[in-house]
């Protein structure tokens, strides 16, 4: 079994900054991606970052320019730096491990989630 351990969230005014931190129990290159993922009070867990196992990235466009996904294998942890951050950012931030099995099956794995709360 895979485990996803978040950190880093708070309470931050919006203009500041946050970094998440996502340790896994098992080395992430193993993962075919992994990524960050947040759901805010009534609305679907939708993707914020996702980074590939070979180092290529991707970004909702409502955080492009303003956050930064990256990842440290030696670590097995896997990073969110979000800047200039504004009160719609605001929500529960789960980290996520993509395992492709297939090509037709995958395995997703998902933290416990942590809190950003960012005020006006």
């Known amino acids: 079994q895979v485990q996803l351990v978040e950190s880093g969230g708070g309470l931050v005014q919006a203009g500041g900054s946050l970094t998440l931190s996502c340790a896994a129990s098992r080395s992430i290159s193993s993962f075919n991606a992994m990524g960050w993922y947040r759901q805010a009070p009534g609305k679907q867990r939708a993707m914020v970052a996702t980074?590939?196992?070979?180092?290529?990235?991707n970004y909702a466009d409502s955080v492009k320019g303003r956050f930064t996904i990256s990842r440290d294998n030696a670590k097995n942890t896997v990073y969110l730096q979000m800047n200039s951050l504004e009160p719609d950012d605001t929500a529960v931030y789960y980290c996520?491990?993509?395992?492709?099995?297939?090509?037709?099956?995958?395995?997703?794995?998902w933290g416990q989630g942590t809190q950003v709360t960012v005020s006006s």
């Open positions: 996520n491990a993509l395992l492709q099995l297939s090509s037709r099956t995958a395995t997703n794995y």
């Open positions: 980074i590939a196992s070979g180092g290529s990235t």
